[in-house]
């Protein structure tokens, strides 16, 4: 049985690492010229670990990467605005991690024959019955798998008249600097802006910032540095510290709700599939159990069976997990002057275990 993947980010090398170990041939049509990740470091939430667990890889990634769970949410003076219980989510839940995106890609990609992987390979079109055109010519597989990215070749040549992907509003800024007393994962809430920051095992400091600017615009790390100077420490030293060619910005994009992941023979995971604002962190964890459920199904099951076992288990959760990544950061992007300082004033009164009860589904995941 042949399984050919369309996309080789951390989803669609996760999928084919999946089927790889059941005794599948597989099969990676990547367009970019080699196989790796841009970007700057990448939370493993302990669903994803569990997900990784599955095709033996989750240790790996813990040992390299150990963190705790996110400390909180801060006001822009530092003031606590959400307090987590961080011993008891890791107690729950189990542990985090936090790795560089380009290293756990690698880790995937050493878990594949070489000869599985086709860099430079752009595809074209994809049909129903598992055929897939891309420059280099024509393939056929037995399951074909969409893991392309918010743009999908994959998910507009299945499902033509879906809705395409939709600005969410705000601006992503991301990148790696120099450590300054970060002792944990926490995020801090202004007017319009967030900024988070993640202490990584090699001393650095993964930083993500996040700002409600038109789509398409651009701003450097000077400007940066000017809206985030009067926020708490340490976070102007941290920005002070980055370089300019370390800071990646995207546009921030949802995927309207699919009415189905599979068609005929043909299967979309992660950002294909689903993508999200990263609010929660669980993009690329969402990928990881797509991949690996897909997998089990259609493995166990057969490719009918388990595809419509695949659609049925992983099309809810995925889109409960993204409204609730929606809906989260919402207030963080309120403009009112009124209305942040009452978000500020009324946080601090919620109960602590909150998040913990709210988080449990996302979490919980096995399996």
């Known amino acids: 049985m042949k399984a050919l993947v369309v996309g080789g980010g951390i989803g669609g090398l996760a999928a084919a690492v999946a089927f790889h170990q059941r005794g599948w041939q597989v099969e990676v049509l990547e367009r970019a010229p080699e196989i790796t990740e841009i970007g700057a ?52 839940f189990g542990p ?24 430079g390979t752009t595809v074209r079109k994809v049909l129903p019955d598992g055929t897939v055109h891309h420059d280099g010519g024509t393939t056929t597989a037995d399951l074909v798998i969409g893991a392309d990215g918010v743009r999908s070749v994959t998910r507009r040549s299945i499902w033509p008249h879906a809705a395409g992907p939709r600005y969410v509003g705000y601006s992503t800024w991301r990148l790696l600097t120099a450590s300054d007393g970060v002792e944990g994962s926490v995020e801090t809430w202004g007017r319009g802006d ?60 949802k995927l309207p709700n699919l009415r189905t992941f ?35 199904a259609v493995d166990t099951l057969g490719i009918d069976a388990g595809l419509q076992d695949y659609d049925r288990l992983r099309r809810p959760r995925t889109q409960m997990v993204a409204q609730l990544s929606h809906r989260v950061a919402a207030p963080a992007h309120w403009n009112s002057p009124l209305a942040t300082a009452l978000r500020d004033a009324a946080l601090p009164l919620l109960p602590s275990a909150l998040l913990g009860r709210s988080i449990t589904p996302t979490y919980s995941w096995t399996l």
């Open 41 to 92: 470091g990448l939370s493993i939430q302990p669903n994803g670990l569990r997900a990784l667990d599955a095709i033996g890889l989750g240790e790996q990634v813990r040992t390299g990467g150990q963190a705790g769970p996110p400390r909180g949410i801060r006001g822009v003076n530092g003031a606590w605005l959400i307090r987590n219980d961080v011993e008891d989510l890791e107690r729950r």
């Open 96 to 119: 985090w991690a936090i790795i560089h995106r380009a290293a756990l890609v690698d880790i995937l990609r050493a878990a594949l024959p070489a000869h599985a992987l086709r860099p």
């Open 194 to 253: 967030r900024f988070g920051c993640v202490p990584m095992p090699d001393g650095r400091v993964y930083c993500y910032l996040m700002s409600n600017a038109p789509a398409g615009s651009r701003t450097g790390l000077d400007r940066l540095r000017e809206r985030f100077a009067h926020w708490h420490d340490p976070i102007p030293a941290l920005l002070d510290a980055a370089r300019p060619d370390a800071v990646l910005q995207h546009d921030t994009y």
């Open 262 to 296: 599979v068609h005929g023979k043909v299967a979309v995971l992660g950002d294909a599939a689903h993508a999200m604002a990263p609010n929660l962190g669980q993009g690329a964890c969402q990928a990881l159990e797509d991949a690996v459920t897909l997998a089990a």
